[in-house]
C-alpha cells in the first residue's frame, strides 16, 4: 500500500493485512475515525505517487 508493509500499523487499532493485498483489519481500538482517516490518508498517498484517486466502496446509487 504505497509505502506501507503487511502488518504494519496505520493508526491505533488499524493496520494493512498480513494475508491480502490492500485490505485494513481493525484491532482492539480500532474507530470508525480512525479507520476513516485512515482510508483518506491512503487514498491521498495512492493519488500523489500515481495520479490516481480512489473511491470508497460501495457507491451508493441513487434514481435520478
Same mark, same amino acid.
Given at each position: 500500500? #504505497?509505502? $506501507? $508493509? @503487511?502488518?504494519?500499523?496505520?493508526? @491505533?487499532?488499524v493496520s494493512c493485512s498480513t494475508l491480502r493485498t490492500l485490505t485494513l483489519t481493525a484491532h482492539d481500538g480500532a474507530t470508525s475515525a480512525s479507520f476513516n482517516t485512515v482510508l483518506r490518508s491512503l487514498a491521498r498517498? #495512492?493519488?500523489n505517487a500515481t495520479g490516481i484517486w480512489l473511491h470508497p466502496? @460501495?457507491?451508493r446509487l441513487t434514481a435520478a
Open positions: 500500500m #504505497v509505502g $506501507h $508493509h @503487511p502488518g504494519s500499523q496505520l493508526a @491505533p487499532g498517498d #495512492v493519488f466502496e @460501495p457507491i
